[in-house]
DNA sequence: CCCGCTATTAGCACTTGGTACTAATATCAG
DNA sequence: CTGATATTAGTACCAAGTGCTAATAGCGGG
């Protein structure tokens, strides 16, 4: 038995939080309280009903899924670009981007924002990127909004080839550079690098 | 009105799968047939009811949401590890890896394989990247797993500084290269680089 | 010991979005 | 016109609730 109200309502909150498919059954077995304490409990705490938590989580996927379809290939917004010269896109860094001990940018993130647009400033449907060289400048944290500027600055259409140079900001301030050499892919030629 | 029962249940799948959370009675609107009709044609083609629907949904995302926690510090799997020295990882290629119009990994996963490995291998909590050089030397498919072996090829304690080389290869085949420069984040220097 | 207060429990009617089943009616083809 | 298929209607029932009222338990103070 568990003894105040308080103590058992924060319980709650959390049983409810980590298994938001639990009935107000179950969670009156759980706090061996009966099924109307426990609506109570949800009503003060205003946790609405299995259905509603139910629904919350689903909208929430496919809202993510129905996002992460143009968001698949182009990470980060593309805001401007001029084909085959060169691009913007801004990329808003959030809390699954940081590490958790210091809230520092993970470098993929800045690296995958950098790499698909110079992928996408290439015009070309299929380009892949051979080598890159990056700097990572300043550590950057969640809640900041990473500007990143392509440019290509060299085209050896003889060798498919392509050089973007990417410069990511945040306020003004350069937090990373990347250089990246691009291979642009023929039909004929798909699947062979290097 | 539509006419046959069999062009129906087909824009009924449609209907449903790109909404599941559209009700019998709204359906039944959709198509002004009655709600009867509808629940015949989802026994007809074994389409659960709304509720067994959304729960599928939600508890998809609540797996995902789940997985993707210990996955967040290190992409890939890390199989073995000595702090400092060396390390490999595994990486599945999965479709969500790739671009849809050639099946080639993005750039990004091959990185963030090697330099969350790189990351890992520093013997200290706080870890940067600060510089990097890539080599894609060959494109890597869905279906396929990459090893990707670190090794530290040079200390510099008094800088804070670390070079960590990964090479990473797919049945012995080498198809990335990476030397990234990581900068050991002690808790007085935290949030200055470069 | 009783008063008052909060907390808890009980009970009932009602809601949504269904299932399961039966029966009636349309519609069309041979 | 008869049969088969399709559609609609209607009923009872379920889960997981809401909303409301009322009873009871436990305890603290005077």
Known sequence: MKRTKRER?????????????VTDEELSAEFNVSVQTIRLDRMELSIPELRERIKHVAVKTFEDEVKSLPIDEVIGEIIDIELDEKAISIFDVKQEHVFQRNQIARGHHLFAQANSLAVAIMNEELALTVKSELQFLRPVKAGQRIVAK?????????????????????????????????YRMTEQS?????
């Open 190 to 194: 798909e699947g062979e690098v290097g």
């Open 9 to 21: 309502q924060t319980a709650l909150k959390e049983s409810i939080n980590d298994n938001p498919f």
């Open 150 to 182: 392509a440019t290509v600055i060299d085209r050896q259409p003889e060798k498919n080839r392509a050089f973007v140079k990417v410069v990511s900001t945040v306020d003004q301030v350069t937090v990373f550079i990347g250089t990246f050499e691009m």
